[in-house]
């Protein structure tokens, strides 16, 4: 199959960060210090040859890009300081604006005033949102599902016409992929066990974080490691979003909604306030080690890098501004404001997920997918 070259290429990925790659030589070192490397994938030597050559569908359709977790190793031997693990975050952005078929994505990764301004805009939309369905009662807005108005009708086609954008890149991503990925129709592949190692032991268990990429940063006690970190925040993400989905069901089935009469060691509670504390512990982490710039990975940071991390920081402290509240022996004044912003915050960080730096957790599961995707047996193979 025909490859057509794009000369512009290298051009088109520096809008998207820094990429120093025209000083690479292709010595190989990179590739030689990177954990991931295997005999079939060579990270990240084959994605800087991809940039170098103008091949930007064989780049897209790379499932390695994605298994990279930045860890900096092959920026800090690189003899060239080319910073390949920098060029790598950066293709990463390239590709989640390539595979978003709105637009949206680009514009929130190489414009710094449009990401601004659409930040901006919706927050004040959400808050203004929460303020008129709810007004004085703001504060009840967690356990309501009263919102069955206009205004809600038209926010919920909105929110549909997002989430159908995000799934529409995805599918552009596996369709790219599965170009390149292919295995005979007679081979029988295990689907479900693929799917058990991307999810639960890649992406919710983090086996090859902490174990090879780990092991090659300095020492540190496990709480302070990359991967806890990086853990701490999906874990406390997920958390809070299960937490939050299942008050809502017990709302719509009639049962108590979590009021300030439900002690902390209810298990709903119990996990919200677990997963609150894991999420603000590890954006903390995150957004002090990007001030302080400590490490290779955390160096060069884009506005999309820190408006992730602060909304996520946000949500989580206006959540625990809002869980106080309920045990204090009156219900304060500013509790009305704190629920409008933390649902505007938490709404703003669920719309924005398919075109910001929150889209690599989905496409990063895709490619360890087919990563792990792998015939059930080799006389399978022998026989295809």
């Known amino acids: 199959m025909s490859v057509r070259a794009n000369p512009n290429l290298l051009l088109e990925m520096k809008k998207y960060g820094k990429v120093n790659i025209e000083s690479c030589f292709n010595c190989g070192n990179c590739t030689a210090v990177c954990p991931l490397t295997t005999d079939n994938e060579s990270f990240p030597r084959r994605m800087i040859r991809f940039a170098q050559l103008g091949l930007q569908q064989p780049l897209l359709s790379s499932k390695e890009l994605w298994m990279c977790y930045n860890c900096g190793e092959c920026t800090e031997t690189c003899p060239r300081q080319a910073d390949p693990g920098e060029y790598m975050a950066t293709a990463r952005r390239y590709a989640i604006a390539h595979y978003d078929r709105t637009g949206l994505a680009k514009l929130l990764y190489t414009s710094p005033g449009f990401s601004i301004f659409l930040l901006t ?5 959400f808050g203004w949102f929460m303020y008129t ?23 919920a086609i909105f929110i549909i016409l997002i989430v159908l954008g995000g799934l529409w890149g995805t599918v552009t991503m596996v369709a790219q992929i599965s170009k390149v990925n292919k295995f005979p129709k007679e081979v029988r592949l295990n689907w479900l066990g693929a799917l058990w190692e991307a ?3 890649e992406a919710l268990g983090q086996k090859r974080y902490r174990g090879d990429c780990e092991s090659y940063t300095k020492p540190q006690p496990w709480y302070l490691q990359k991967w806890f970190v990086h853990a701490s925040i999906m874990w406390g993400f997920l958390g809070l979003m299960a937490a939050s989905l299942i008050d809502l069901v017990f709302n719509i089935a ?23 504390l894991l ?8 957004l002090t ?7 290779e990975s955390t160096n060069h940071s884009t506005l999309s890098d820190w408006a992730f991390l602060i909304l996520l920081w946000l949500s989580g402290v206006s959540g625990f501004g809002l869980e106080i509240s309920l045990y204090l022996p009156e219900e304060p ?11 505007a915050v938490a709404m703003e960080l669920v ?8 889209a690599h957790a989905f496409y990063r599961t895709v490619a360890l997918y087919f990563h792990a995707l792998k015939p059930i047996s080799a006389s399978d193979v022998e026989d295809g």
């Open 289 to 295: 080690r990007r001030i302080r710039k400590t490490n």
């Open 254 to 276: 009639g049962i108590k909604s979590l009021g300030s009469s439900v002690p902390i060691w209810y298990p709903v509670r119990l996990l919200g306030t677990i997963a609150g």
């Open 133 to 155: 369905t709810h007004g004085p009662m703001a504060g009840d807005a967690l356990s309501s599902i009263d919102f069955i108005t206009p205004e809600a009708a038209h926010l």
């Open 333 to 343: 004044i500013w509790i009305n404001w704190i629920s409008i912003f933390h649902i």
């Open 351 to 358: 719309i924005l997920a398919p075109f910001t730096k929150f």
């Open 121 to 125: 805009l919706l927050a004040v939309l």
């Open 279 to 286: 999420l603000l512990y590890g954006t903390t982490i995150a």
């Open 199 to 201: 999810v639960g032991i």
